[in-house]
């Protein structure tokens, strides 16, 4: 029997081996049609979540370079701040150093005093004692913070 006649026996499908295979192939065929569908499905629903998720990532890139922006223009005028602060420090620095210099100078022209002769001389920084942290002012000049003690030998 040639090829033909094998494939024209099977045209009975009820009975024959051929009507049988003609059954399943076109079973299988529906099933690959229906598989082939799903998976259609299923790539357009992960495309459309490809596509949503895309969306809400340019939100998010949108929402942080106007967070970046912000915080951009905040850091600028802190570095402006910080800038004007130092040089204010260094004024300020400038003005004390030359504040305590003309204190130093008018302490110096402090501690000089006319005697009656007209020779100018040092005032003493410390009373009789010698204490270092009891430095007299002009108004103290002549009297101790401590108590002279009576000698011991009398006459």
């Not at 004007?84 to 260094?90: D, F, P």
Request: hydrophobic share 35%; net charge positive.
């Amino acid at each position: 029997m040639s090829s033909a006649e094998i494939r024209g026996a099977g045209m009975n499908e009820n009975n024959s081996p051929g009507g049988e295979i003609d059954e399943r192939k076109r079973k299988r065929m529906i099933s690959n049609r229906e598989s082939a569908r799903r998976s259609r499905m299923r790539k357009q629903q992960h495309l459309d979540d490809l596509i949503k998720r895309r969306s809400e990532l340019e939100k998010q890139r949108i929402e942080i370079k106007r967070r970046i922006d912000v915080y951009q223009k905040l850091w600028e005028a802190t570095v402006s701040e910080n800038n004007a602060l130092e040089a204010l420090k260094a004024e300020m620095i400038k003005e004390l150093e030359s504040s305590k210099s003309r204190v130093c100078d008018f302490r110096a022209m402090e501690r000089f005093e006319t005697n009656f002769s007209g020779n100018r001389m040092l005032k003493p920084l410390m009373d009789v004692t010698g204490s270092r942290d009891s430095v007299l002012q002009p108004w103290q000049i002549g009297r101790s913070s401590q108590p002279i003690a009576a000698t011991m030998f009398q006459f």
